[in-house]
T-cell receptor, first 112, second 108 residues
Framework: SQTIHQWPATLVQPVGSPLSLECTVE??????LYWYRQAAGRGLQLLFY??????ISSEVPQNLSASRPQDRQFILSSKKLLLSDSGFYLC???????????FGQGTRLTVV | AQRVTQPEKLLSVFKGAPVELKCNYS??????LFWYVQYSRQRLQLLLR??SRESIKGFTADLNKGETSFHLKKPFAQEEDSAMYYC??????????FGKGTSLLVTP
């Protein structure tokens, strides 16, 4: 069966520090991968998605970037965190276009 | 781009009362819509999809093309239904864009 792992679960980082959140999927190949940010009052915001290795689409211009170095690995990064980057970040995968998405447990990021 | 609108950020109902969480979409063609739910301290997960016409945990959602709506309904709300609910369209291309979500609170 397919599983999705996301880590770390919580992270406290100072302003200006770098960020790397990792997400891996097991039990499937060539998944569509997604990064979302969930903020109170703003719902679930799609940040990036990827349909294949090295292919990244950005939905919202911001201080973050994403990479997909391997088929089932999706990384969310920042060179210098801002206070406004605080939030709950979710990784998800889906098997095909327009189908159900499966979510990771999420990472609570607090930038101080 | 395809979008969904969930007009209510918070919906509070009493246990046993009917509940309807609204979702309107803008999409040309035949959309395939989903409802996702996030219970406290749990992963966001699929609740139901319109194409399967199923009832999950007493919830149903009917696609109304005339009103471009996909409202989620349950005739008798339970306290365990308290959660965050998201409506999702298929999105443009491969993007999966969710609505802003509605927080449902069922009080005894």
């Amino acid at each position: 069966s397919q599983t999705i792992h996301q880590w770390p679960a919580t992270l406290v980082q100072p302003v200006g520090s770098p960020l790397s959140l990792e997400c891996t999927v097991e039990g499937t190949s060539n998944p569509n991968l997604y990064w979302y940010r969930q903020a109170a009052g703003r719902g679930l915001q799609l940040l990036f998605y990827s349909v294949g290795i090295g292919q990244i689409s950005s939905e919202v211009p911001q201080n973050l970037s994403a990479s997909r170095p391997q088929d089932r690995q999706f990384i969310l990064s920042s060179k210098k965190l801002l206070l406004s980057d605080s939030g709950f970040y979710l990784c998800a995968w889906s098997p095909n276009r327009g189908t159900e998405a499966f979510f990771g447990q999420g990472t609570r990021l607090t930038v101080v | 781009a395809q979008r969904v609108t969930q007009p209510e950020k918070l919906l509070s109902v009493f246990k046993g009362a009917p509940v309807e969480l609204k979702c309107n979409y803008s999409y040309s063609g035949s959309p395939e819509l989903f409802w996702y739910v996030q219970y406290s301290r749990q992963r966001l997960q699929l609740l139901l999809r319109h194409i399967s016409r199923e009832s999950i945990k007493g919830f149903t959602a009917d696609l109304n093309k005339g009103e471009t709506s996909f409202h989620l309904k349950k005739p008798f709300a339970q306290e365990e239904d308290s959660a965050m609910y998201y409506c999702a369209p298929p999105g443009s291309g491969y993007a999966l864009n969710f609505g802003k979500g509605t927080s449902l609170l069922v009080t005894p």
